[in-house]
């Protein structure tokens, strides 16, 4: 099954992911990275790993690995 992994001080809020998002899985967090900026996280129930998030990010926060 594949799993989505998230470098979270890699995130820039640029919410590019957060509105791309068709399952509506990601959202911008309250707390903030090391450079001060809230980071995307992902709500793994709702997330079909889809790669949509991978494909928008400017910043590669996102990876997709299949075990």
Do not use: W
Not at 29 to 39: A, H, K, L, T, V
Request: glycine residues 8%.
């Amino acid at each position: 099954m594949a799993e989505l992994h998230l470098n979270i001080e890699k995130c820039k809020s640029c919410g590019y992911c957060v509105f791309s998002c068709p399952q509506g899985a990601l959202e911008l967090s309250e707390s903030m990275n090391r450079d001060g900026y809230n980071y995307a996280f992902a709500d793994d129930a709702k997330c079909t790993k889809c790669g949509i998030c991978y494909t928008v990010c400017p910043d590669g926060v996102f990876q997709i690995t299949a075990d």
